[in-house]
């Protein structure tokens, strides 16, 4: 392979960037693919798994590969843009292996994989060489020399035992390590791919905010597997941690003496707007709504409700429009008033009073209101929220319209691949 390092440390290949011999990228490395052979063969990588366009991933055969240097992976011919799906013979070096206890041949003990490395032989094929390991203890080695705690070494591949079986009390820093800057939906992709029992482990070693977040874009099947192995305080806290509308739909799929012992567990104040929203039909704006939209008094200015907006962990969707009551100021609120949308402050001093540049042409929805009645709301008025009140006035929440399409496509709209994926159109290199 021309230009190419004779040794590749797989964990350092993670978010690489894909070009085609045109120098056009194709997309970035997430994974690489190897198989385990019988006897004392080495490990075979065949590929890499390689996101497109679209958060699509895909196969690219390693016969494919030509360089994997300067921080950048090259190859040629064309992407088959058909979506990866792993087999059963075949182990992912990110996701499966790292963390992993081997056992070290030598008779020193267990070990934790902290990174592995392929290499290149004469026939072009790449087979993994080496494993970077970590040791949990004090342990002499061979010669009697005590290694430290923590000490950290590489060893040749076929030194360790238990890289291809399916180990017990996986750890997941090192996975998670590898996610680098990746958005939730983007962990979600990875964490869906997995094995159950590794789907798990990794979503339980995520911090309470970002599993909710990853949790969110998960489809149900997951989302419930994943929060009935935590314990319960935790999965209590995380469903506080995760939009209303969200955590009521998950809470929805479990048994309900389950989701009444989980709502026990959560702070009243968290519980009660759950409460309410399971209180509604799935498929009425009730239950589609969030129950923590942005809402403003009609006497805070423009000022204050720009700097609302721009809170990092609001959707688009729900920093496009401030909703203006009577206070009290969560829902349910005193007297609607109505809303502002973003664009229209934009156009106004910062010291104008919000109140003062209600649209008033928009009306407010019932909770009853059905979602064929929330679609065509929302294409009549171009809008990408509509506010939802009761009987008396009171602002219950917001529907948007992520939520309105979450429930108008099917439910394993994030796994059918129906060749209507732009990213399919594409052709890199000839």
Known sequence: MSGAPSRVFIARMSGLAVFDPHGDQVGRVRDVVVVFRTGRLAPLAVGLVVEVPGRRRVFLPMTRVTSIDGGQVIMTGVVNMRRFEQRPSETLVLAELLDRAVTLRDGTGQVVVEDVAMTQLRTRDWVVSKVFVRRAEHHRGLGGRLRRRGESFLVDADQVTGLSIEGTGQGAANLLATFGSLKPADIADV????????????????????????????????????????????????????????????????????????????????????????????????????????????DATIA????????????????????????????????????????????????????????KDIEALGPGTTLAQLTRYLATYNMVSAPIVDDDGHLLGAVTVDDVLDHLLPEDWRDEDDGTDPARAVRHGA
Not at 308 to 315: G, P, Q, Y
Not at 340 to 359: F, K, S
């Open 304 to 359: 204050e409700a720009l700097a609302v907006v721009r809170r990092a962990e609001l959707s688009p969707a729900l920093a496009a429009s401030v909703f203006v009551c009577r206070p009290p100021l969560e829902t349910p609120t005193g007297r609607y008033l109505g809303l502002v949308h973003i664009q229209r402050m934009l156009r106004e001093p910062p010291h104008v009073p919000v109140g003062g540049i209600i649209d």
């Open 191 to 298: 964490i869906h791919d997995l094995s159950p029992k590794r789907r798990v482990e990794v979503a339980a070693a995520l911090g309470d905010e970002q599993l909710a977040d990853v949790l969110e874009e998960l489809p149900e099947d997951d989302q419930v597997e994943i929060l009935t192995q935590l314990e319960n305080k935790r999965a209590a806290d995380v469903l506080e941690a995760m939009e209303p509308d969200d955590a009521a739909d998950l809470l929805s799929e479990l048994p309900a003496d389950t989701a009444e012992q989980l709502l026990g567990l959560m702070e009243p104040e968290e519980a009660a707007p759950l409460r309410r929203l399971l209180s509604y039909d799935e498929d009425t704006a009730g239950g589609l709504m969030t129950s923590e939209p942005v809402i403003l008094g009609p």
